[in-house]
């Protein structure tokens, strides 16, 4: 409900938080919303520069399409959902921290990714692979995801991050 007022009202955010409570079948609810306002001039979204939809049983059909919205994101945090692709239109962003904790985006995606984002100041990349709430124990193929190779080519694409600060891989 919350999502739907803030659609029609099409409030300018600057930060959105969503955690734990969000579904696939609710964003799709907010992506609808916004191709309803695609010929206004000021979508809510436009302005956002922190998205944070963690802990929350989201895949990339629901995020995607949303981020396509999202033109300023700086603050990106996607952590423990089901997210197994990095849209394109990212790699446009002025995006200082990126966390991406216990998901599924493959390690050549994210060094790809990673070398496009020049401003990067903070990464939280733990548990890749690793679904929340599981044991620490290998228990999916795609578990452990950043292997010794993945970990050097991310560490090579890291030199295109000059302002890095922080990162975390726990």
């Known amino acids: 409900r919350t999502w739907?007022?803030?659609?029609?009202?099409?409030?300018?955010?600057?930060?959105?938080?969503?955690v734990s409570l969000q579904?696939?079948?609710t964003f799709a609810k907010v992506h609808s919303s916004f191709q309803d306002l695609e010929s206004g001039s000021d979508?809510?979204?436009?302005?956002?520069?922190?998205?944070?939809v963690r802990h929350d049983n989201l895949s990339d059909a629901s995020i995607l399409p949303v981020l396509q919205h999202c033109r300023m994101l700086e603050r990106?945090?996607?952590?423990?959902t089901l997210l197994r692709h990095l849209p394109a239109n990212l790699n446009d962003l002025p995006i200082e921290k990126l966390s991406l904790t216990s998901t599924f985006v493959p390690s050549k995606d994210l060094v790809?990714?990673?070398?496009?984002l020049p401003r990067l100041r903070i990464?939280?990349?733990g548990a890749?692979?690793?679904?929340?709430?599981?044991?620490s124990s290998i228990t999916t193929s795609t578990a452990m995801t950043l292997t010794?190779?993945?970990l050097k080519q991310l560490t090579d694409a890291l030199n295109n991050c000059p302002l890095l600060e922080n990162i975390n891989l726990v």
């Open 148 to 150: 010794d190779e993945a």
């Open 112 to 116: 790809v990714f990673i070398s496009s």
């Open 76 to 80: 990106i945090d996607l952590s423990f």
């Open 123 to 125: 990464l939280f990349i």
């Open 43 to 52: 979508l809510p979204l436009q302005r956002l520069k922190s998205l944070k």
């Open 23 to 25: 579904t696939d079948s």
């Open 128 to 135: 890749m692979g690793v679904k929340a709430g599981t044991s």
């Open 4 to 18: 739907s007022v803030l659609i029609t009202f099409a409030i300018p955010l600057g930060v959105l938080k969503s």
